[in-house]
C-alpha cells in the first residue's frame, strides 16, 4: 500500500441498520446483498486507485482505516485488468473492518419483501459459493449472497487485509 | 415385446442420450440463459421460463464429448424437461443443453445393451438404462437424478478460475504469504482449481492444496 490519499470529502450514505437489499450491477451479473451487510456506497472517482502490480483496484478512507478495494467479474473471479472505469463503491462490513467493491450501478430496495428468493437449484449449487439464493425481479434472474459472505468472498482476495 | 417412445438428444459429436417421452415438454432453439457464478462446471445457467427460474444443465460439458465437449458454441438449444422428485410430489422443470433438434425414437427391449464406459462413472450414476441404435450406444436419463445435487457431486469441479487465498480465511493460519490453491490428481494432473482438502470424483482421490 503506497501514498494512500484522504479523500477530500466523506460523503458516503450510511445504510448500517437497514434491512433491504442492494442490487449491484456488475457487467451483465446482477447481485443483491442484505443492505444491512454494506456501510455506505462511494464514487468509485473518489478512491485513491491502486498501483499497477497490487491485487486491489484501490483504497477508501472510512472510520480512521484505509480499506482495499476490489473489482470483480461477472463469475466472481477476481478482474485482472485494473483500467476499467467504474461507477460506484460499496463498502461492505468485513469482520471489524470494511472492505470496497467496484460495481457499475446500485440500486436500493428498501424492503425485505421487495424480494421473494429461493435456492440456487440442487444441481447448480456451489457449497463454497457467497451466493446461495437467487431472485426473479422485474423479470430478470438476480443471485442473492447470503449475509456477510461477499464480503468473507472477497476477503480471500485480499492478502493484504489490514484491519488495524 | 415392449416399444417406448422416447427422444434422442445429442450432446456431442458421438454422444447421444435419450429420454422417456413423458419428460420432453419444450424445445428451445436460443434459450436466454443466465450464467451462475461459480457454479460446477455442467451449469448451463439459469434460465426463466412460464415465469419461474429453471437450471439448465450441460450434460455435455461434464462429459468432455469429443472435441465439441459441450462448449457453448456448440449448444444449439436446450429441452425443457418434467420430472418428479418422488410419486407423488410437484412436477419440477429443468433444462437440458442440446448440440440438435431432438429426435423421436421407439425404443424396443431387443435394443437393449450395456453401459457404455466413462472415467468419471456419469453413466452409472445418471442413466436407468441404455440401448443400441446406428451405431451409437445411448443411455436413457434418470431426469430427476440429472437435476439432483448428485451430479455435482461426482463432478466437484468448478469453474473458478485460479485464484489467491489468504491463509485466515482457508487454512487457519495467520501467515502473511501468499498462497495459491492446487490441486493435484491420483495421475499428478495439475487442476490448478478446486476446493481446499480432498475431493472425490470418478478418477479418483483428488488433494488440494495451499502452496
Known amino acids: ?164 | 415385446m415392449i416399444k417406448a417412445k422416447s427422444w434422442e438428444l445429442t450432446l456431442g459429436a458421438k454422444t447421444r442420450v435419450a429420454v422417456a417421452s413423458r419428460h420432453v415438454v419444450e424445445f428451445i432453439r436460443s434459450p436466454k440463459l443466465v450464467p451462475v457464478p461459480l457454479a460446477p462446471i455442467h451449469s448451463a445457467g439459469l434460465l426463466v421460463w412460464q415465469g419461474n427460474i429453471i437450471p439448465a444443465v450441460n450434460l455435455g460439458q461434464a462429459l468432455g464429448v469429443g472435441e465439441s465437449g459441450g462448449s457453448p458454441e456448440y449448444v444449439s438449444g436446450m429441452v425443457v424437461l418434467a420430472y418428479q422428485d418422488a410419486p407423488g410430489t410437484p412436477m419440477r422443470h429443468g433444462g437440458l443443453t442440446v448440440c440438435a433438434v431432438p429426435e423421436e425414437v421407439w425404443v424396443t427391449d431387443d435394443m437393449s445393451c450395456p453401459l457404455p464406459a466413462h472415467p468419471g462413472g456419469i453413466w452409472d450414476l445418471l442413466a436407468l438404462s441404455c440401448f443400441a441404435k446406428d451405431d451409437h450406444v445411448i443411455p436413457i436419463l434418470d431426469v430427476a437424478r440429472l437435476f439432483s445435487a448428485a451430479l455435482t457431486a461426482r463432478c466437484r469441479n468448478v469453474n473458478a478460475k485460479p485464484r489467491k487465498a489468504a491463509l485466515s480465511a482457508s487454512a487457519g493460519s495467520g501467515s502473511e504469504a501468499d498462497v495459491t490453491i492446487e490441486s493435484e490428481g491420483p495421475d499428478g494432473t495439475d487442476r490448478s482449481q478446486g476446493y481446499l482438502g480432498t475431493e472425490v470424483d470418478g478418477e479418483g482421490e483428488w488433494r488440494v492444496r495451499v502452496k
Open chain 1, 1 to 164: 500500500m503506497t501514498d494512500i490519499a484522504t479523500p477530500e470529502s466523506n460523503d458516503m450514505a450510511d445504510v448500517d441498520g437497514e434491512t433491504g437489499w442492494l442490487v449491484l450491477t456488475i457487467d451483465a451479473l446482477r447481485l443483491a446483498i442484505p443492505q444491512g451487510d454494506s456501510k455506505g456506497i462511494e464514487l468509485a472517482s473518489a478512491l485513491d486507485v491502486s498501483i499497477e502490480e497490487e491485487t486491489e483496484a484501490g483504497w477508501f478512507t472510512q472510520d480512521g482505516g484505509v480499506w482495499p478495494v476490489y473489482a470483480l467479474d461477472g463469475d466472481l473471479s477476481l478482474r485482472s485488468e485494473s483500467m476499467r472505469p467504474w461507477r460506484f463503491c460499496v463498502a461492505l462490513r468485513a469482520g471489524d473492518g470494511l472492505i470496497g467493491l467496484l460495481c457499475d450501478q446500485v440500486r436500493i430496495l428498501p424492503s425485505e419483501q421487495e424480494l421473494v428468493v429461493g435456492g440456487i437449484p440442487m444441481c447448480l449449487r456451489n457449497p463454497d459459493s457467497p451466493i446461495d439464493q437467487m431472485a426473479l425481479f422485474e423479470n430478470e434472474i438476480l443471485f442473492v449472497a447470503g449475509r456477510r459472505m461477499l464480503a468473507q468472498h472477497l476477503m480471500t482476495y485480499s492478502n493484504n487485509y489490514d484491519q488495524s
